[in-house]
């Protein structure tokens, strides 16, 4: 029976504060604007954070938790470089760095124990041929390892077999992305492609991984459903190894050589070398997070040894930019939760107000409801039913604008926001606190007036 009482006192309360709040729709809507934009801002906000975070998550996945990666620097001749030259005319010394190639890669794996895998890369933008048609694309000459360093999965077909890699043999794995350009509405696995002047046969498909643009950005990997793969060593029978030395001066895609110029008389310059690396990118992957540094150091030290002493390579270790990126990120959103809450703050002061404002125009009421035996709780359920609907309601508003926001930034900015049940839920819980908190006051108030001054206030 008294739950009954109960129910039937909180529906007459909330029936009555809905009068009141229709009979001053414009005061309230403008009393609830802050609650609306605070709750909205609370789930763009929780939107943007939830998509950073599976932003980040994806990016690792990407580049792989426990990896190094090691990326050559070609010559840009460099005139200050501290090679030794003579003011007199004399010879001058020259340093010279057979660049970063398998070499290297071998002597990493055998002499460094923390390291777990090896994936050397060389990259080349050329174009493949379909119908006579010619198409951009960039081919990748890779070992196996690659694929596990990169969590690249195969989804059709098979990875390289050791024949295949140790004999250099014109076979292919290809992106998703070119298997539907070439082969629409067919299967890829089998067929031949002739990417430049050497046919490869298809013998996979890798699994469409998506990658943002973002991603592409900062950690500097490519799009790797539009890329062909092929076997390392096929990639330097079949096409180009810079370790061959060319006749081209400035060794834009050959030899590793060093071309002095300058007559007898004046002084001698090194002219560039180009691109001289065998190999164009190195992922070192280790056995834990915690030897990312150590081996970074001695990869580094080795290196330096092996390339004579310059320093024609970039080493990186993509989790500690990812761990920087999130730390950005963080702070971002923690300057939106603030901005959130003065927001919810601001309306919070605004339904006091209004709240306030209201009791002071219904002192005559609220005298009358006492005098015929209204008690004080029965007077604080009733303004407090009418701040927390004023509550609700710009919480209901601000949930809608809060979606519509966080999909009208995610076209815009490509900015990857996540709405989640959580956060809609978290919101409803900060607008009904808001309105419960703030409602207390005026409420209280309300029930402490005095019955007969009530009545005789004008």
Known sequence: MTNKIFLETLKSNFSEAVRVIMANKVRTFLTALGIIFGVAAVITMLAIGKGAEQEILAQLELVGVNNIVVTPIPDEADENESDSEEEDGATETIRFSKGLDLLDVESIQKNISTVKKLSPEIIM???????????????????????????????????FSEVQAVNA??????????????????????KNIKVKDVWLKVIGIIEEKLISETAQENLGIRDLNQDIYIPIKTFLVRYRDRKI????PLDLGG???????????????????????????????????NELKATAEVVSKMLRRKHNGMLDFEITIPINLLKQQQKTKQIFNIVLSIIAGISLLIGGIGIMNIMLASILERTKEIGIMKAIGATKQDIIMQFLSESILISLSGGIIGCILGIVASYI????????????????????????????????LP????????????IRHE
């Open 245 to 248: 030395i060319s006749d081209q």
């Open 443 to 454: 409420a209280k108030s309300a029930a402490n007036k005095n019955p007969i001054e009530a």
């Open 409 to 440: 930034l995610e076209l815009a900015t490509d900015i990857e926001t996540i709405v989640s049940m959580g956060s809609i839920l978290l919101s409803f819980l900060v607008a009904t606190f808001i309105g419960l908190a703030f409602g207390v």
């Open 255 to 289: 030899g590793g050589i060093i071309v002095i110029s300058g007559n007898d008389n004046g002084p001698k310059k090194r002219k560039p070398r180009g691109n001289y690396h065998q190999i164009d990118k190195l992922t070192i992957q280790v056995n834990n997070s």
């Open 169 to 190: 043999m014109p076979v292919c794995i290809i992106g998703e992305k070119v298997a539907k350009k070439l082969f629409t509405g067919e299967n890829a696995l089998g």
């Open 125 to 159: 933008e050329t174009y493949m041929i379909k119908k006579g048609r010619q198409s951009p694309v960039k081919i990748i000459g890779v070992t196996n390892s690659f694929f596990e360093t990169s969590n690249v999965h195969i989804g059709q077909g098979e990875n």
